[in-house]
């Protein structure tokens, strides 16, 4: 028997292995152990995207071999052998929730994203397309801080051209598809759409930086009423000195309504309670009164009690009144009755001779 044919019969027998076998007293196998399951989610990044010009962000670049051209087939079959870089751009002034669902889409494109964001500068944006809210520097750091941006590139060129996709090692760029005019084009994004190098992103409806500043254009008085009240000045607000005093009254007389309202409510609510309490005083002396005739009946009712004390006390009255009447008959008595009979002297006789003192005695 070869050596090879006596491993695998000794393999095919079942044994227990050792902790040695097992490779469970290297100190390799037990950090093996100790690691993840593949399929479980690696922690939050706990630290800002760094710029374009900062060594993190330069030593992921260079390490990215651009000489392996990516397609879109790759990208998405997820075999792709390095990181993919998404590049997307824009102005991103007021960061709301609309520019994070697009760069959510940006960053899940394909497995396995290394998102670029480049934000255009206030020169550009403001000779460009118009006035921001947000300064430059306020709206790099909300996109450092977005958890999608593996990183932000300063003062982006507000036309992408193959020199800059060769330098950043561009891979895919992230746009919606609406075309975005400039200054010697209608879309922008045309060259880059030719090249087989987009990917679109939708659009969140109902939510964009023109929408906020309409909502505030809107109700600007109301706005500017919230802030005086808080403490900012008329020049703060660049408000003139009559508007101001203006804005304060209504100020003022929008807490005496708020606290007529709060009056009247604590009114309604009293109203309730007193009404509440008067139904349940109600119900109790309806109570009350149903037991209190029920118990008036029985004592003053033609067979209530009163009534039968008044019979009983009306029968002893009249039996004391009125006693029993003498037996008037002899033969009632239970014995001889005596002699009624009695002698009287009349003043004619004498006593002696049936005369007393000078009158005839009688029998009566």
Known sequence: ???SEGDRLSNDLPRKRTRAEAGLDSQESNSTLMRPPINQKKPASCIQAPFSDEQSAIDERERTDYSLRITKELAASGSSPRPIRVYSDGVY???????????????????????????????????????????ENERYEALRHCRYVDEVFR??????????????KIDFVAHDDLPYGGTCSEDIYKPIKDMGMFVTTQRTEGISTSDVVARIVRDYDLYVRRNLARGYTAKDLN????????????????????????YQAKGRD???????????????????SRDFI?????????????????????????????????????????YDPPN???PRFDDTEAAGSGYYNGRRRTTL
């Not at 003062?155 to 950043?168: E, G, M, N, Q, R």
């Open 340 to 342: 009624l009979k009695m």
């Open 155 to 168: 003062a982006c060129p507000w036309v992408i051209t193959k020199d800059f996709l060769k330098l950043h």
């Open 93 to 135: 002034d007021m960061f709301h929730s609309g520019h994070a669902r697009q760069l959510m889409q940006a960053k899940n494109v394909f497995p396995n994203v290394y998102l670029i964001v480049g934000v255009a500068s206030d020169d550009d944006v403001h000779s460009l397309k118009g006035k921001t809210v947000c300064s």
């Open 270 to 288: 009293l109203v309730q309670n007193l009404e509440q309490k008067s139904n349940d005083l109600m119900t109790r002396w309806e109570e009350k």
């Open 239 to 262: 408000v003139g000195y009559f508007k101001e005093k203006t804005y304060l009254l209504q100020n003022k007389v929008d807490k005496v309504k708020l606290k007529a309202k709060s």
């Open 294 to 334: 029920g118990n008036f009946l029985l004592l003053f009712s033609r067979d209530g009690k009163i009534n039968q004390l008044w019979q009983e006390g009306k029968g002893k009255i009249k039996q004391a009144i009125s006693p029993q009447s003498s037996p008037i008959h002899e033969d009632d008595f239970l």
């Open 1 to 3: 028997m070869s050596e």
